[in-house]
């Protein structure tokens, strides 16, 4: 009796097979006149009541146009507030300000290790055109000459260090990115 019961209170929604039954049954069978005339009544009020809203519905869109035409606002500025307003709602993301945070220490360190490199190359210039009182670089130092003095391996491990210090940075923020994922 229990399995009866709870079958007349189905909580499940309407499937698509039981809208089809209720949709090919006919229940005028199972009015009697009045009852028809009643839900006929009734039907014609709801069609009133939605062609009117439907009205009211345009006329409120009509008289909002003409307020912001009023106003001076046209489709033109309101894409430029939406955009606007999305980009401000996207650079207070997380994600946005942890990328613009990483984006501008890496900026920091490329500025401060192209300054390292720029100040090795004066220094080497600088090395170089006191030895060579004189003459041309071309006359005082050959290239292999050039490439074996000290001052050159001094910045040519500048440089590697450099770069592999960048590329330590982008692996261990890479790897921190990942695992905060």
């Known amino acids: 009796m229990e399995a009866?019961?709870?079958g007349l209170l189905e909580t499940e929604p309407l499937q698509e097979r039981d809208e089809d039954a209720v949709?090919?049954?006919d229940f005028s069978s199972m009015l009697s006149e009045e009852e028809k005339q009643e839900l006929k009544a009734e039907l014609v009020q709801l069609e009133d009541e939605i062609t009117t809203l439907r009205q009211v519905l345009s006329a409120k869109e009509r008289h909002l146009v003409e307020i912001k035409q009023k106003l001076g606002m046209n489709l033109m500025n309101e894409l430029k507030q939406n955009f606007s307003k999305s980009w401000h709602d996207m650079q207070t993301t997380t994600a946005y300000k942890k990328t613009h945070e990483t984006l501008?220490?890496?900026g920091q360190k490329a500025?401060?290790?192209f300054s390292n490199v720029g100040t090795a190359i004066s220094k080497k210039f600088g090395d170089m055109r006191s030895h060579s009182i004189g003459y041309s670089i071309r006359h005082s130092i050959s290239m292999p000459a050039m490439r074996n003095s000290p001052t050159f391996k001094s910045f040519e491990e500048r440089v590697e260090t450099t770069v592999t210090s960048l590329k330590?940075?982008?692996?261990?923020?890479?790897?921190e990115e990942a695992k905060e994922e």
């Open 104 to 106: 501008s220490h890496a």
């Open 23 to 25: 949709a090919s049954a």
């Open 168 to 175: 330590v940075f982008f692996r261990r923020r890479s790897y």
């Open 111 to 113: 500025t401060a290790a």
């Open 4 to 6: 009866q019961a709870q």
